[in-house]
Each structure stands twice: as C-alpha cells, then as structure tokens.
C-alpha cells in the first residue's frame, strides 16, 4: 500500500486494447487516461500506435510513458485485419456507413474469388477512399466528399504480404490479409469485388495485427478498468521493448549508456551495421543506429 510519502512509479510500456466497435482511436486513448486517473494513477504522456477507423475494433497500440518515442514505428509496422466484403452493393465511404452509390446482381462463386486473390498480392497502386483523412490543398478528403465536393487522391503504393478467403455466404465473403503501411481495406475491398465484376463494400473490419502486437495481447477495456481498480496494471502492461522485438539488442557499459543519455556518439564500437536497442543490464537506454564503429542515438529513453 502506498504511504502519503510513496510516489507511484512512472508508468512506461505498452497497453494494447482491442478496441471496440463505434469508438475512435483518440477516443480510445482517452478512455485509458481516464481509467488511470480515475483510479489515482498518474498519466503519464500517452498515445496510440496507428488510426483505426470507429467502424473497425482490434489491436490498438496504446504508448505510455517513454514507449510513446516508439509510437512513429508502429504507424510504418505492417498490420493485419480481417474484413468482410458484402457484394452487390458499393457505398460512399466503402462501409456500412455510407450511402449506396452503385449496384449490381453479381455474386460471385467461392472459385471465382480465389482465382482472383493472386493478383492482389504483392506491391500495387491503390486508390484511397474519397472518405479518409488524407488532405486535398490543405483539406481532409472526408471534410471536402461531405460538403459534396469530388474528391481525387493520387494512387498510393502499397504491399499486400499475403491474403485469404476465409469464410463465403450467398452475397458476401470474409478475409484475412497482412499488408503495409498506408494500405486501405476499403479499398482493397472495393478492388476485389470490381475485379469479379461486381461491386462491394466492407460490413466489417478488425485488426489481428499491428507490427509486433496481435489479439492474444490485446485486453478490453472493461477488463483494462478491472485490473486497475484491483491494483494489477502490470498484468496489462507490456514492456517497452515489446514494441522492439525485431530489433536487436546490444549490451553497453555503464560509460556507454552515460553518453548516450546525453546525445553523444560512440566511436570504435564493434556492434554490427544496422538498428539496435542499446541496454544497460536489462534497462533500454536508446535505440541506435550503428555504421562503420559509429554509434549514434535514434531515441533515447529516461530510464536509469
């Protein structure tokens, strides 16, 4: 128990939230303040990892503390959703949200779609969603395709790593794929469906993966608010450096990681050329990018 003396300790990690449907990212991140607050935790600064549209739930990387320097990492990491894809009917926003704005009386067969998913894989042009946060002359698209305006985006090039045809019903057909920043599955949606010579539209969308964090570490917010409450923060927090774990690490000195608090570089190093997380016994001190010996910091973190 805490004595009127204790400080609680800085908060630093990660909180993946399986976000629920209806609710915005901000929003999301809005809800966990409240939940430490609440609970007389301090906030520490905070954001999230990567936009997920309100219509959409999943994997929501929330940063805390230090780990939000990582945020910026998790916005280039490749993501992964699940969608289904209701054909015969195309709307405004590319989902359930928007006005039917094209029709058609094709319903394509289970072979149909799987002889098409081969040329959607790899890298390709892709149009964004007139409704999408991108700007237009200093715009949102979504604000400019609302006061009626046409909206053109320039196409964008994407990668899709890999994707499946999961489940099919008479009129709609359900996937899973993992692409790269920047990607729109409303678009990638309304591609597949113009590609069998229909058209479609997303009724649902969820995210399974964002960079290293998946839905086996993702926590609801309810459950969130439960463990705080029963002082058990730590069960939902993960580590920085689970935002890191394809990053080598590399062991420094207590020396080292001195002048790399303050900024400095290190000179004749042995570490091999590339990105690496520099540690002082198991604490982060920076991520750093080694070439030639050189050692300079990417971000430093104000743990020790």
Known sequence: MMTATTEPAAINGWIVLDKPLALSSAQGVAAVKRILRTNGLPVPRIGHGG?????????????????????????????????????????????????????SDVRPTQEQ???ILPGFTGAQDQVPPAYSALKVDGKRAY?????????????????????????????????????????????????????????GHVTMLRRTRSGPFTLDQAISLDKLAELVQGARLEQALLPLMAGLDDI?????????????????????????????LAVHGSVPVALVEAQSGEVRVLRGFNLI
């Open 248 to 276: 080598p690490a590399l062991s420094i000195s207590p020396d080292e990681a001195a002048a790399l608090q303050q900024g400095r570089r290190l000179f004749g190093h042995p570490a091999s050329n590339g990105t690496h």
């Open 143 to 199: 604000a400019l395709a609302r006061a009626g305006e046409e909206v053109v985006l320039a196409t964008r090039r994407i990668t899709v790593h890999n994707i499946e045809l999961v489940a099919t019903t008479a009129d709609s057909a359900t996937f899973s794929t993992l692409v790269s920043k920047g990607s729109y599955i409303r678009s990638l949606a309304r591609d597949i469906a113009i590609a069998i010579g229909s058209v």
């Open 51 to 103: 936009t997920l549209d309100p219509l959409a739930t999943g994997v929501l990387p929330i940063a805390l503390g230090e780990a939000t320097k990582l945020a910026g990492r998790m916005l280039d990491a490749a993501k992964g959703y699940d969608f289904t894809v209701q054909f015969g009917t195309q709307t405004s926003t590319l989902d359930a949200e928007g006005a039917v704005v094209a029709t």
């Open 113 to 115: 779609i799987t002889a």
